[in-house]
């Protein structure tokens, strides 16, 4: 038995095969082009084994709603040649087989949920923080989604007293995501994140807008975990700054887990959201 993989990039396509314990038997990375061409390469790739179903994280938007005319195509996105893509669609025609589908933050929150850094918890929440940020949400084992699926990158937020950045966000000034992301850094300060390390007000600043959108999504979700990955995360001075900022912005308002337990960096590094692909690949085929 063979479960199938996609956690779909802007940049990269990954996508692997695992036996029916979850150990991956092969992966590949694919770059993300036009549709044509990335999945030619997905499907030389799937085709030499016999799946039994298969897991897709995806780039978004993307539709999630079941009732709807596009479910399963890439939406609204920015990505050139992928906008209204029948990904699902293209897949499922390909393979006959159930297929999962779900945002890619989603299918990294379930992996983190089930083998990662809330393994054991009823609820998670994870957030990727790097060229966008996106959100997913896990509560009761059931991924959070509803008409369509959280978009918690474009929370809008108030400005940090000195930073002056208009933001990188092209739909909405003032958001997440536009005051945030590893873009938003580098418009602001003219360098990417990495050569800023030793730069405490860059973070700190930072850290005041992760807090701020982490008090928010606590008010509502009240998640048992909250964890933070993606390639601006690797700075891990941040974590300590963002605790400090939402503890100091939550004001004891209400009870959390002690944060250093409640705000963490993924169990899973960067194999989170294969992991979760695959992992929901073995759900649908229950």
């Not at 850094?185 to 005041?208: F, P, T």
């Not at 990955?229 to 002690?258: C, D, H, W």
Request: charged letters at 20%; a negative charge.
């Amino acid at each position: 038995m063979y479960y199938g993989a996609i956690e779909a990039g802007g940049t990269k396509f990954v996508c692997a095969v695992s036996n029916d314990k979850f150990e991956i038997v092969e992966r590949v990375s694919i770059p993300t082009t036009i549709p044509e061409e990335t999945m030619e390469e997905v499907y030389k790739f799937f085709d030499a084994y016999s799946l039994t179903s298969i897991g897709i994280g995806s780039f978004g938007p993307i539709d999630v709603n079941k009732d709807s005319d596009t479910y399963g195509f890439v939406t609204t996105t920015p990505k050139k040649g992928w906008n209204y893509f029948d990904f699902l669609g293209s897949i499922k025609e390909r393979y006959q087989v159930p297929v999962a589908w779900t945002t890619d933050v989603n299918a990294a929150a379930f992996g983190e949920y089930k083998k990662g850094s809330a393994q054991g918890s009823n609820s998670c929440l994870y957030l990727t923080v790097g060229t966008g940020i996106g959100g997913g949400a896990v509560v009761d084992g059931n991924i959070l989604e509803g008409f369509g699926h959280p978009e918690m990158g474009h929370l809008l937020i108030r400005k940090h007293p000195e930073d002056n950045y208009k933001g990188a966000c092209p739909y909405h000034e003032g958001c997440l995501e536009g005051l945030a992301s590893g873009p938003a850094i580098e418009g602001r300060y003219n360098k990417k994140g990495h050569e800023l390390a030793s730069e405490d007000k860059v973070w700190e600043i930072q850290a005041y807008y992760l807090a701020q959108a982490l008090v928010d999504y606590t008010l509502i979700l009240r998640s048992e975990k909250i964890i933070l990955g993606g390639g601006v995360m690797k700075q891990k001075q941040l974590f300590p700054l963002i605790r400090e900022a939402f503890s100091k912005q939550m004001n004891n308002y209400v009870e959390t887990p002690e944060l250093s337990q409640y705000i963490v960096d993924p169990g899973l590094g960067d194999d989170a959201g294969i992991t979760g692909c695959l992992l929901l690949a073995g759900e649908a085929a229950l």
